[in-house]
């Protein structure tokens, strides 16, 4: 498996293909963004929900937006998936043990154990503080940073700043979906952003 690059064959042995469960075949994009459900004034009026568990509920559908969203990351090159509190989670630690490197909660303020960083940062109303531990990445550690949904890019700015503080160097940024209309990615500085889906 070592130089393999997700977005390309597995194996090129006729043997392992056919071995290959059937959630291995490929989905298109397409595919992904038609089972992604639209749900109106959720959680409150005006705000047009992405639901992504019709894409976690059917195994070929996640599988194949797992391997969208790593594509061209070779094994090997990513030493810490960070995923954000919540549904970053879910897609972080699939690509980190699809990967075989490590997963990095970024949680809401209060929620982890240890001894933590903090970073605040503005909402429509109020604000907002996400937090890491102090040693889930240690000074130079190649990290990917993933999340489900990129809107106003306020939460993956305040998760870049809590990095900075621990020294990761980050690799680029992932989303399953980008609300381009809401210029989140502006917010990014100069770290290569890709969304597979753009509304
Ligand atoms: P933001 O900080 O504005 O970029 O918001 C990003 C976070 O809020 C992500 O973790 C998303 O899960 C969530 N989010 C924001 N807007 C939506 C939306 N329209 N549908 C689903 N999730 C959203």
């Known amino acids: 498996m070592l130089g393999h690059r997700w977005g390309e064959p597995w194996l090129d042995g006729s043997a392992e293909v056919r071995d290959n469960p059937p959630c291995m075949q490929s989905v298109s994009i397409a595919e992904i963004e038609r089972s992604i459900r639209n749900v109106p004034d959720f ?6 929900f992405k639901d ?31 995923g954000i509190d919540a549904r970053g989670f879910i ?3 699939a690509a980190a043990a699809m990967l075989g490197c490590g997963f990095v909660p970024v949680r809401k303020k209060g929620k ?7 970073q605040s940062y503005d909402l429509e109303y109020g ?15 190649r990290v990917l940073l993933l999340d489900d949904l990129l809107a106003t890019g306020g939460t993956a700015a305040a998760t870049l700043a809590l990095l ?6 980050v690799l680029g940024i992932r989303f399953l979906i980008e609300l381009s209309f809401l210029s989140g990615r502006d917010r990014l500085g100069n770290h290569p952003v890709k969304s597979l889906i753009t509304y």
């Open 52 to 82: 992504i568990t019709p894409v976690l509920a059917d195994g070929r559908l996640f599988r194949g937006a797992m391997e969208h969203l790593l594509a061209g990351v070779e094994l090997g090159s990513v030493d810490k998936i960070v």
């Open 164 to 169: 900075d503080k621990l020294g990761a160097r």
């Open 112 to 118: 982890l154990p240890w001894t933590t960083h903090e």
């Open 43 to 48: 959680p409150k009026p005006g705000i047009q």
């Open 127 to 141: 604000s907002a503080t996400v937090a890491i531990h102090v040693d889930a990445v240690r000074s130079g550690e």
């Open 91 to 93: 897609f972080g630690s």
